[in-house]
Each structure stands twice: as C-alpha cells, then as structure tokens.
C-alpha cells in the first residue's frame, strides 16, 4: 500500500531520502522498491522499525 508508506514516512516526519539514508541505500533503489520491485523481508521489517509501524500496519503496507 504505496499511500500508507508515504503517509508514515510524513507522520515521521521522513521522505525518501532521509529513509535511504538510514537504510545505507541510493534514494532510487528505495524509489525502485516503492515502485516495482517491492522489498525482501529484512528490508520491510527495517523500515518498520525505523517508521515505527505496528505489526498491522507493516501487514498492510508490504504484505498486503
């Protein structure tokens, strides 16, 4: 669910770039993710940690 992420990245006060930062990857890959390619597990669960996602609200976003 690509508006739910958007919607967390704001809330946290984040966009693309700032989480490519903490995840040590290019804005693009991170936009490439979003976009088509989606994200591995580990990579999810990263993000929820960082934008601090419930276990459902992680569920909808990647897992839906």
């Not at 966009?15 to 995840?23: D, H, I, Y």
């Not at 999810?44 to 976003?61: F, N, P, Q, T």
């Amino acid at each position: 669910n690509v508006n739910l992420f958007k919607a967390k990245l704001v809330e946290n006060g984040m966009n693309v770039e700032s989480l490519a930062e903490k995840m040590s990857l290019n804005p693009q890959t991170i936009y490439n993710k979003i976009n088509k390619d989606g994200f591995k597990t580990s990579e999810a669960m990263k993000v929820g940690r960082i934008l601090h996602l419930s276990s459902v609200e992680l569920c909808d976003i990647f897992f839906a």
